[in-house]
């Protein structure tokens, strides 16, 4: 489990929908997918109006028609979208496509042209219509969490395995303000499976190669993975993490495959 400032507790796994929603000939699959993944506790499920232009929100709006409140659920505003009056209808148009009158948590997905002071008015403006719950932010590096207003529940930023550059100072300084991140992409869209010390680890501990990396991602109590699973079987997978424990002996060889940081590394993002 992870804690946000707020005191709102939710699992450290949730479901991304990155892509979902894009295909009408998987849209069954994929609704399935998310709805296995609210029966084995992975409740958190993290979307955006980004994702196939509203798509993606529509497909998890019918995916959790009539369990809305067993979902913590996440979306995020276009830095394009993210004025004062721009935000609040994004929200609302948001709001629609999921069958929802409330989010859990609104997001900014990555800074833009109009002032985070602006932005977050508005995330203000919509706590206190009950069109969400809290807010915080995506894409954002240390020097800019440093700048936000207070409330700032999390930044979804890019971290796995292979991108370990928030560990540096993003991580340490959001340690610091007790705000947990928001992993996307734990696993390199699977692009890091192929890493044959990966492999060798999993295969000692009866896991795939998918479920050790999220382990290591979920290894401390300040991260809240969020991998995308258009089918029942990967939802199934991904939620096995869970009972994966990696030893002492095991992060040290992970960090030996995947050096951590040992000086500030630009921003990445997807």
């Keep these: 489990m992870i804690t946000f400032p707020d005191g709102t507790v939710v699992p450290a796994l949730g479901q991304g929908t990155w892509n979902l929603g894009e295909s009408p000939a998987s849209r069954n699959a994929e609704i399935e997918a998310l709805r296995t993944g609210i029966d084995l506790g992975l409740t958190v499920i993290d979307t955006a109006e980004m994702y196939g232009s509203g798509r993606s929100e529509d497909l998890v709006g019918e995916a ?22 721009g935000t609040i209808e994004a929200c609302h148009a948001s709001l629609d496509r999921l069958g929802t009158d409330c989010l859990d948590l609104y997001l900014l997905h990555w800074r833009g042209r109009f002032p985070f002071e602006e932005t977050v008015a508005a995330f203000e403006s919509l706590i206190d219509e009950g069109s969400i719950r809290a807010w915080g932010v995506s894409n954002l590096d240390t020097d800019e969490l440093q700048s936000l207003p207070e409330g700032c529940q999390t930044d979804q930023v890019l971290y796995n ?23 996307y992409s734990p696993v390199e869209q699977g692009r890091l499976l192929g890493n044959p010390d990966l492999t060798q680890i999993a295969r000692e501990l009866g896991a795939t190669r998918a479920q050790v990396a999220l382990a290591w991602t979920m290894r401390t109590s300040s991260v809240l993975a969020i991998p995308k699973a258009s089918t029942a079987e990967h939802v199934l997978e991904n939620a096995a993490a869970r009972d994966v424990h990696l030893s002492d002996t ?21």
């Design 250 to 270: 095991d992060l040290e060889r992970l960090d030996r495959a995947f050096p951590p940081p040992t000086h500030p590394e630009p921003f990445e993002m997807l």
């Design 161 to 183: 395995l292979t991108r370990r550059g928030p560990e540096f100072d993003l991580m340490p300084w959001s340690a610091s303000k007790k705000m947990p991140v928001m992993a």
């Design 64 to 85: 959790i028609s009539g369990r809305r409140d067993e979902v913590f659920l996440v979306s995020k505003v276009l830095p394009s979208n993210a004025s004062a009056s």
